[in-house]
């Protein structure tokens, strides 16, 4: 986010409940549907956001 100039309060703007915000910066799930989402906004890919261990 930081890269691309993206605020938290532009994705809560763009349809990003504080409650996805929390659990992304805690490590928790969030749905593909969500990371859809703020790929589009953030202009990436999955593969950008994600990491598997």
């Given at each position: 986010m930081a890269e691309k100039g993206i605020s938290q309060y532009k994705l809560i703007k763009s349809?990003?409940?504080n409650?996805?915000?929390d659990s992304l910066k805690n490590n928790r799930n969030?749905?593909?549907n969500t990371?859809?989402?703020i790929c589009k906004i953030?202009?990436?890919t999955p593969n950008d956001?994600?990491?598997f261990k």
């Open positions: 349809g990003v409940d409650r996805t915000l969030i749905t593909m990371l859809a989402k953030i202009n990436c956001v994600v990491r």
